[in-house]
């Protein structure tokens, strides 16, 4: 089965500045989809990012950009210039090819401080 | 933008008891999924609903659970017997197309406590 880990429970940045989230995933399938999501505290789930297993080229989101690295089944995501809003918890996921199943990581808690 | 609209925000149940929870997907979707996420935890899959069936649905979808699309804009969460360990936010979402092609849109989502 497809597992996703995000080994950082909680994050910090400084305003302005820029922070990267970690997140593996376990596959044998080669085509698949993966997210990045942002649940703030109202907890709604709000898609930021998303990335074709068969593009190489990075996905991008205005001040969001993932480093997808397929041979090592890692996807991160980039935050640049910080902002306050940006604070919540991120949910990375795994979605397999023509699948409805989407697997998601545990979190990471990002704090933005002032 | 559109949205995927979940009544109620809230629901307060006492164990034992049938809960039905409610959402309006986009209009235009034609997709529908339940996840659930308990408190501290990662988001789960329940079940995905397509054409009037159940097209997938994970083992936490045993027979307590439920879902129906009673009239063409609802789509409905039933659990028939709550259990404590059903206390969790329960998000719905719509796609367009399949998950794979169309970004799902979720619901602000219901949270769930069962007493």
């Known amino acids: 089965a497809q597992t996703v880990t995000q080994s950082q429970p909680e994050m910090s940045v400084q305003e302005a500045e820029t922070v990267t989230l970690s997140c593996t995933y376990d596959t044998s ?31 991008t989101e ?30 990375c996921a795994y979605l397999g090819y023509n699948n409805n199943d989407m697997r998601f990581g545990a979190g990471t808690r990002l704090t933005v401080k002032p | 933008e559109p949205e995927v609209t ?6 307060v149940t006492q164990m034992g008891q049938e809960v039905i929870l409610r959402c309006v997907p986009i209009s235009n979707h034609l997709y529908f999924y339940w996840y659930r996420q308990i408190l ?16 997938e649905k994970s083992e936490i979808f045993d027979d307590q659970f439920s879902v129906e699309r009673p009239d063409g804009s609802n789509f409905t969460l039933k ?37």
Request: aromatic letters at 16%; glycine letters at 4%; hydrophobic letters at 35%.
């Open chain 2, 40 to 55: 501290g935890q990662k988001v789960e899959f329940l079940v995905s609903f397509y054409n009037n069936e159940i097209s």
């Open chain 2, 6 to 11: 979940q009544t109620p925000s809230h629901q």
């Open chain 2, 79 to 115: 659990i028939r017997s709550t259990k404590l360990e059903d206390s969790a936010m329960y998000f719905c979402a719509s796609s367009e197309a399949v998950a794979t092609n169309e970004k799902l849109f979720f619901g602000s989502g219901t949270q769930l406590s069962v007493l």
């Open chain 1, 29 to 59: 399938e080669s085509d698949y989809y993966l997210f990045w999501y942002k649940q703030p505290p109202s907890r709604q789930m709000i898609l930021v990012i998303r990335q074709e297993a068969y593009k190489q080229q990075n996905a």
């Open chain 1, 62 to 91: 205005n001040r969001f950009s993932v480093n997808f690295q397929k041979a090592a089944k890692s996807f991160s995501l980039k935050i640049s210039d910080s902002q306050l809003g940006d604070a919540a918890m991120y949910f």
